[in-house]
Each structure stands twice: as structure tokens, then as C-alpha cells.
T-cell receptor, first 113, second 115 residues
Framework: NAGVTQTPKFQVLKTGQSMTLQCAQDMNHEYMSWYRQDPGMGLRLIHYSVGAGITDQGEVPNGYNVSRSTTEDFPLRLLSAAPSQTSVYFC????????????FGDGTRLSIL | GENVEQHPSTLSVQEGDSAVIKCTYSDSASNYFPWYKQELGKRPQLIIDIRSNVGEKKDQRIAVTLNKTAKHFSLHITETQPEDSAVYFCAARSYSGGGADGLTFGKGTHLIIQP
């Protein structure tokens, strides 16, 4: 199993551009989440999904969209990139059972100029 | 929703000494408390977790204690080694908030092991 795979690993965008961060997991996990990590801020939840076809907002959803058409994939879309979205983005997944740990991908380092 | 406070933000200890990181949480309904270690440029990795029906859990040099009455939990690392240098995050899971995982993270502790 590859676990949680994120692409790309690095990306530089100009303000106003759009892009999609990819996340895929091969563990048949129901729950998937997107976090952003900024210095001194810990991990903050952007969006999450409890299963295919179901998504919801987290703590900091503005400027981001998600979809969950399959169990495996959970892409994160930046609609119009802003410098405030410069961050490291982590995707995570976990099984649909109580109190199981979540598994993180390697992250995408995104810079908005 | 849940609020998790983590202290200290930076901790420097001599190699071989013990390190303790403390977290408090606000939601008494929280029932799962994982700890993650993150090395520079890497993903957070789970090192130990504890559920609310136990007060202490140990795995070799790492232990976690939980006091549900006081709503705090701590990470203890004994006989610290250079490879323990990293940022450590605590988290609490409450189904009253925090999305699918219900996980709310502390802001992290940068642990520095001095040779």
C-alpha cells in the first residue's frame, strides 16, 4: 500500500491563478481531510469528507473547494490564489471506526507570489 | 468547539534527560488524544495515542498520561536522544467539532536535544 499520496510536492503560483492539489489513498478509508500548516499555528482543518459524495467545511474553508467522487480521491481546489494561501498543505485519512489514528500524506508546499 | 493549548512552545533538554510536554483541552466530551512528531520538512507521524478509558500508556521511552478531571494530558520522553529533536503536536478528538476526525491540534512544541 502506498498510503496517502499527495501531488505535487511543490508549487509556485501567481496571485489569481487556480490549481488543484491532489490527494489519493489506497487504504479504503472513509474519512479524509485537508489541513494547512503555517509557522506557529499548528494544523488547521480546511475541508473534510466522511465518505464519497459527502464533504463539509472545517475551520478555514474560505478560498478552497473540495469534492469526493470516489473513496480514493479527495482533491483540493484553490479558486483564485492569494498570498495568504502560501502554506504547507497536508491531506489525511482514517478508517471509519471509532478512535483510529489518521494517516498524513507528505504534504504540498505552495507559494503564492 | 474544542480548544487545545500546548506548552511549552520550545523545549531544550540535555541528551539523556527527560522531556515533558503538556496540553489542556476544553471539551469534556473529548475521548481520544494522539501525539504526533514532525521532523523538518516531513509529514506528522503518530507516535502514541491514548483513549479516555485509560490514564496512562507507555511505549518504550515514550509515555502519555491523561487526567480527564483536570482536562489535561502530557507526553513524557525519557532518556532523550538526538533523533528525538522535532516538533511535537498534541490533539484532542471531540465529536462536537473539528470535522470528520473531530481532531483539534495544539500549536506544537519544538523539542531540541542538546548534545
Amino acid at each position: 500500500n502506498a498510503g496517502v499520496t499527495q501531488t505535487p510536492k511543490f508549487q509556485v503560483l501567481k496571485t489569481g491563478q487556480s490549481m488543484t492539489l491532489q490527494c489519493a489513498q489506497d487504504m479504503n478509508h472513509e474519512y479524509m481531510s485537508w489541513y494547512r500548516q503555517d509557522p506557529g499555528m499548528g494544523l488547521r482543518l480546511i475541508h473534510y469528507s466522511v465518505g464519497a459524495g459527502i464533504t463539509d467545511q472545517g475551520e478555514v474553508p474560505n478560498g478552497y473547494n473540495v469534492s469526493r467522487s470516489t473513496t480514493e480521491d479527495f482533491p483540493l481546489r484553490l479558486l483564485s490564489a492569494a498570498p495568504s494561501q502560501t502554506s504547507v498543505y497536508f491531506c489525511a485519512s482514517r478508517p471509519d471506526t471509532t478512535n483510529q489514528p489518521q494517516h498524513f500524506g507528505d504534504g504540498t508546499r505552495l507559494s503564492i507570489l | 468547539g474544542e480548544n487545545v493549548e500546548q506548552h511549552p512552545s520550545t523545549l531544550s533538554v540535555q541528551e539523556g534527560d527527560s522531556a515533558v510536554i503538556k496540553c489542556t483541552y476544553s471539551d469534556s466530551a473529548s475521548n481520544y488524544f494522539p501525539w504526533y512528531k514532525q521532523e523538518l520538512g516531513k509529514r506528522p507521524q503518530l507516535i502514541i495515542d491514548i483513549r479516555s478509558n485509560v490514564g496512562e500508556k507507555k511505549d518504550q521511552r515514550i509515555a502519555v498520561t491523561l487526567n480527564k478531571t483536570a482536562k489535561h494530558f502530557s507526553l513524557h520522553i525519557t532518556e532523550t536522544q538526538p533523533e528525538d529533536s522535532a516538533v511535537y503536536f498534541c490533539a484532542a478528538r471531540s465529536y462536537s467539532g473539528g470535522g470528520a476526525d473531530g481532531l483539534t491540534f495544539g500549536k506544537g512544541t519544538h523539542l531540541i536535544i542538546q548534545p
